[in-house]
């Protein structure tokens, strides 16, 4: 069966789910701003292939057909996403939103079967370096060369920041000055995942370049880092302006910079600083996930390369 054959034959409605509570409201309450943004649009995204007005009307219907139905279609979404060239995160995210909202679905009793459609394969972390600390340098030493603008103080305190502590750009973008102790020394974000702001103490280099940062931003209350651009001048950076500031800041030092490259330099020097102790790093990263700092330390070894040159030695 086609695709297109597929999505035609699913009912428009369900009179069995038609009374249940909203399953997408359900799915969404009590997730970070974050998560909620992301998977709002996933579910947005689904609605838009099976041509529904709503995320709820896209659900219901897709969950309306049946076990063998559903699966099939939510097969067919992820055939689409991969048509379009979306990344293997993106199209895993999308289906983990549909299988998360059909789990709801099952516990609320209106279905009584889960979704099996499976996540893409990726290789994920293979470049694990970032720029380095050689590259971060050469970045703040380019900052430290500029007119004293603005922008200079702005990039430079973002810099420090996405480095100093590891932050990922959503992290750094979605701060407000309130989130900011420069008396203390402290910085609250929201992590990846989290629902509740976590503190984090500010080295102070780090310390030093949001206080110039702060000092011609104003104390106002509001977003932390703002577009200097003159067409969006005040509104909050945005995470695509982040990695157009990087990337631009890396090409004038000839570097590709991208802003999770600079937490994956900050993590690698954390593993090299403390000799590699995974446990203490995992605080200062906040991975969740042991392994994921595993890959580090192992690609910052080079375990691979240094074991392929003992079998290559021996022939």
Known sequence: MTSTTALSVIPKRSAALAARRPLVESFLSGRSPRTLEAYSSDLRDFAHFLGEETSEAAVRRLLAGGKGQANETAHAYRAALLDRGLSPSTVN???????????????????????????????????????????????????????????????????????DLGLRRGEAVALDLEDVDLKVGTVSILGKGRTEKETLTLPEPTKAALEA???????????????CDRAAKGSRLTGRSVARVLAALGSAVGLVVRPHGLRHAAVTEALDATGGNVRAVQRFS?????????????????????????????V
């Open 213 to 227: 940062w702060v000092s011609v931003r104003g104390t106002w209350s509001g977003p932390l880092f703002l577009n």
């Open 93 to 163: 995210r999308r289906l983990a939103a549909l299988r998360s909202v059909a789990k709801v679905a099952r516990l609320f009793g209106a279905v009584d079967f889960t979704l099996d459609v499976e996540s893409v394969k990726s290789q994920a972390y293979r470049d694990t370096r970032g720029p380095g600390r050689t590259g971060v340098r050469l970045l703040l030493d380019e900052l430290a060369s500029r007119t004293n603008t603005t922008k200079t103080a702005r990039d430079h305190a973002l810099v420090r920041l996405l480095y």
């Open 286 to 314: 906040r991975h969740k996930d042991l392994r994921v700092l595993t890959l580090y330390d192992d690609n910052r070894q080079d375990l691979g390369g240094e074991v392929a040159r003992l079998v290559a030695a021996r």
